[in-house]
């Protein structure tokens, strides 16, 4: 079994949010930002459980937007980005979807927190995109690292 701690260089030194993923290497030193409730926490963690056990193709999972930078209001979502080596599958990216609609919608949530996955195959073009989230968002999960 192998652990994950969260984080965001912003958050250095305060509290870690450790995440268990059987069979699988995680991310180095990635802790989330304390501003997140336990809610939020709780709801990254399981995704980045789902995210593991889809298979070698998705290579990252990151938070973005308003909840990344620390702005967000009361009812903002979660944005979160999947990164897919390769090309389009339509099927992983359904399987991906429905990880975050479990999470979102299936116990303890129970459609508690609004959660938006932004899926971002590698050969679809979207380097511009993918350079604004890597620039703005916090690594919660990455395979092989």
């Given at each position: 079994?192998?652990?994950?701690?969260?984080?965001?260089?912003?958050?250095?030194?305060?509290?870690?949010?450790?995440?268990?993923?059987?069979?699988?290497?995680?991310?180095?030193?990635?802790?989330?930002?304390?501003?997140?409730?336990?809610?939020?926490?709780?709801?990254?963690?399981?995704?980045?459980?789902?995210?593991?056990?889809?298979?070698?193709?998705?290579?990252?999972m990151r938070l973005f937007g308003s909840r990344?930078?620390?702005?967000?209001?009361?009812?903002?979502?979660?944005?979160?980005?999947?990164?897919?080596?390769?090309?389009?599958?339509?099927?992983?990216?359904?399987?991906?979807?429905?990880?975050?609609?479990?999470?979102?919608?299936?116990?303890?949530?129970?459609?508690?927190?609004?959660?938006?996955?932004?899926?971002?195959?590698?050969?679809?073009?979207?380097?511009?995109v993918m350079a604004n989230i890597e620039r703005?968002?916090?690594?919660?999960?990455?395979?092989?690292?």
């Amino acid at each position: 079994m192998s652990y994950m701690t969260l984080r965001s260089a912003a958050t250095a030194g305060r509290r870690a949010v450790l995440v268990r993923v059987p069979g699988r290497r995680q991310a180095r030193g990635a802790r989330l930002p304390a501003h997140l409730s336990d809610t939020e926490s709780m709801a990254l963690r399981a995704l980045a459980a789902r995210m593991a056990s889809l298979g070698g193709r998705v290579r990252e999972m990151r938070l973005f937007g308003s909840r990344a930078r620390g702005v967000a209001h009361p009812h903002s979502d979660l944005d979160v980005a999947v990164r897919v080596r390769g090309r389009r599958d339509a099927a992983l990216e359904r399987a991906i979807v429905m990880a975050f609609a479990d999470v979102e919608w299936g116990p303890p949530l129970e459609g508690a927190l609004r959660l938006s996955p932004f899926v971002i195959f590698e050969d679809a073009g979207r380097a511009a995109v993918m350079a604004n989230i890597e620039r703005e968002g916090i690594t919660l999960w990455k395979a092989g690292a």
